[in-house]
């Protein structure tokens, strides 16, 4: 039987308020809390929405 790690995904999202520009970026570490990957990109103007989809593509596709 295969036993997979559990991971963890913590991130980090921030929109300007009036301009609109968005920044992502996050950590994805194992139960130890080791760091196994970290990723950031900068998204120019999105909404909050966009941001974590944008997270989310980024860990996992």
């Known amino acids: 039987m295969l036993v997979l790690p559990t991971i963890q995904l913590e991130k980090i999202l921030l929109v300007e308020r009036y ?3 968005s920044v ?3 950590v994805v570490s194992d139960e130890t809390r080791k760091w196994i990957l970290g990723y950031s990109r900068f998204l120019w103007k999105c909404l909050a929405f966009d941001a974590e ?3 989310f593509w980024m860990v996992y596709y």
């Open 53 to 55: 989809l944008w997270a």
């Open 24 to 26: 992502v970026g996050g």
């Open 19 to 21: 301009t609109g520009l």
